[in-house]
Every structure is written in structure tokens, then in C-alpha cells.
């Protein structure tokens, strides 16, 4: 049994607990929240032991084994660290970190202190992504990839009367790419690797956060585009362009509908039985990592989380 908190108290992180409650060898122990109210709140729509407005004295509990958070971009590093100095394991909510030194700050963290530190890129632990994976072969040569994350966001409108959330204030590493965008980096990366050249284009508000942009990386023998928008739409499913066929994923984040279409027309469906609540998968393989000794995942790698990272620095 690994004995959870939680740093946050949003959508996400409801989200999370319902994929947990999957794994009978996770149990929540704490929630934290800036204020007492908010945390009692959600400690009893959840049934947590414990709540803390202190993230010091969360870090201190003994009754804590690992943290998930789910804060703001911005502060994913220094909590995260502050944690880990305590020998807590955490899984951080993706980004890992809105920056490069700061990702690698908390990976240095990590391994002095001798606890697992794993960014929880629900994607990449996915049934149906390890069957496109294994799929690739069938297409031959990749020639092409495009890849879409583009949702119009929820707080946009509020946006816009002038009423500005985190996600789209300046200073609190949010923005399109940071919140949408590394769901397409880190599908490339992962299957690809890292490219050798990296065009950007992005629309700024007028908080100078990024709405809306496209990333266009450049390999020896392909390319890959990865477009992402929170002031806008798309339905467009992402693609995976071979020589022989190519691969129809519906949408992005969840892997949802993976299709494989050959040249002649001849089309296979690719999914494969996943639990609904798909953020299972990342408590998983967190828990997996734990209980086995290791000091990373052997899919979410730090150096993957290190590799977008420097991509995301590259492209803002």
C-alpha cells in the first residue's frame, strides 16, 4: 500500500483519484489546499485521513509516502523538491516543469535523495500508445507526422471579460504549449526521438501567454508538425504518415480510436481494452517503479521529461 497526498484541488486532480481508485494498492492519506475550508472539502468528497494548508509540515508527515502534484506549472519545482528533501516519492503533473533547469533541478533532486520522481504523462502509458507503437513497422518508412491538440478552453471566455486563471496569466508557466502542446512533443519524442532542427509559431494574448502556436521538427528522413490551441477547436484526428499506410489516432491526449489505414484502403482497428478512467495507467506505473526498487519509469524517463522540456524552452 503507497499512502497518497494530493497538492491541488481542481478538475485534474478529481480526475486522478478516480484513475487511482482503480490500483487497491493506493490509498489517499492527505490532500493539501491553501486554505482549511477547501482542503476538509475535498479531504471528505474523497475520504482523505488528513489535511494540510502547510505544504512543510505535508512534507514532514510521516504518514505520507508519495505526492501527487498538481499546482500550477510554476510551482511543480519547488514543491516537488521540498517533498523529495523529505524522501517522499513524486509523480508531477505535466509539465514536469515549465522549463528545462527546472525539470533537471528536480531530477538532481531526485536522485540524491533517493525517491522516484516520474511526470505523469498519462499518453505515453497507454494501452493503444504501445499498439501504435508496435504498429509503426506495418507502415514502412515514416515520412510525416502531424499532431493536434487544439481545445478551446473553458476559461477562455472569462478571459476575455478580463477575469484571467493561471493558465493563461503571465509568470505561471502555463499557456497553449505548456498545457496542450507537450502532449504532441512527447508522442514524437517518444516514438522518434529528438529532431535535428525546430521551426516555432505561436499568437500571444495580451498577457503575453501563448493562445495558440505549431512546432515543426525537422529528421533526417521526415518531419513532424505538432499544432495546439486553448482559443480554439479541432476535431482533425492526429497522423502518423508511412510509406505503405499510415496510422489515425482520434484524439491525442487519450489515444482514442487508433486506426491503421494502408494504401489500398484496407483499414484496421487498433484499439485495445483500456480502463475508462485512463489516468490509472500513470498510477500504475508509478506505484510499479516504486514497489520494484527503480528510480524511474522505464517509459516516462527523466531524460523523456528532459528532452520535451528542452523543446518547450526551445519553442517559447
Not at 497518497?4 to 494498492?25: C, K, Q, Y
Not at 490532500?31 to 494548508?53: D, I, L, N, P, W
Not at 505535466?94 to 528545462?100: G, T
Not at 491525442?252 to 491503421?260: F, G, R, W, Y
Request: some cysteine.
Amino acid at each position: 500500500m503507497i499512502r497518497f497526498a494530493t497538492i491541488g484541488s481542481n478538475v485534474i486532480v478529481d480526475s486522478f483519484l478516480r484513475g487511482a481508485a482503480h490500483d487497491p494498492r493506493f490509498q489517499l492519506q492527505a490532500v493539501y489546499s491553501r486554505t482549511q475550508e477547501r482542503a476538509t472539502e475535498f479531504a471528505a468528497k474523497h475520504g482523505a485521513k488528513q489535511t494540510f494548508t502547510s505544504l512543510e509540515a505535508l512534507a514532514a508527515c510521516p504518514q505520507v509516502d508519495a505526492v501527487y502534484i498538481a499546482s500550477p506549472n510554476i510551482f511543480h519545482a519547488p514543491q516537488a523538491i521540498l517533498m523529495m528533501e523529505h524522501g517522499k516519492h513524486v509523480l508531477c503533473e505535466k509539465p514536469l516543469a515549465p522549463s528545462f533547469l527546472e525539470g533537471k533541478a528536480m531530477i538532481v533532486a531526485a536522485r540524491r535523495y533517493g525517491v522516484v520522481l516520474m511526470e505523469a504523462m498519462k499518453t505515453t502509458l497507454l494501452p493503444n500508445f504501445f499498439r501504435v507503437k508496435e504498429t509503426l513497422p506495418c507502415i514502412g518508412t515514416v515520412r510525416r507526422v502531424f499532431v493536434q491538440f487544439c481545445q478551446y478552453s473553458s476559461r477562455y471566455d472569462n478571459f476575455k471579460k478580463g477575469v484571467v486563471s493561471n493558465v493563461f496569466q503571465s509568470g505561471m508557466g502555463g499557456g497553449a504549449l505548456r498545457d496542450l502542446g507537450v502532449y504532441g512533443l512527447a508522442l514524437v519524442v517518444h516514438l522518434f526521438g529528438m529532431p535535428r532542427q525546430l521551426q516555432t509559431s505561436k499568437m500571444l494574448l495580451s498577457t503575453g501567454v501563448d493562445g495558440q502556436g505549431s512546432v515543426l521538427m525537422g529528421y533526417p528522413e521526415m518531419e513532424a508538425v505538432v499544432v495546439f490551441s486553448k482559443i480554439s477547436d479541432s476535431f482533425l484526428p492526429s497522423e502518423i504518415q508511412g510509406e505503405n499506410g499510415r496510422i489515425l489516432i482520434g484524439k491525442l491526449s487519450t489515444m482514442e480510436d487508433p486506426v491503421l489505414v494502408m494504401r489500398d484502403g484496407t483499414a484496421t482497428e487498433l484499439s485495445v481494452p483500456t480502463i475508462a478512467d485512463e489516468m490509472y495507467y500513470q498510477v500504475k506505473e508509478f506505484i510499479d517503479v516504486i514497489e520494484s526498487g527503480a528510480k524511474e519509469s522505464a517509459v516516462n524517463t527523466h531524460q523523456r521529461s528532459l528532452d520535451v522540456l528542452e523543446l518547450v524552452d526551445r519553442a517559447s
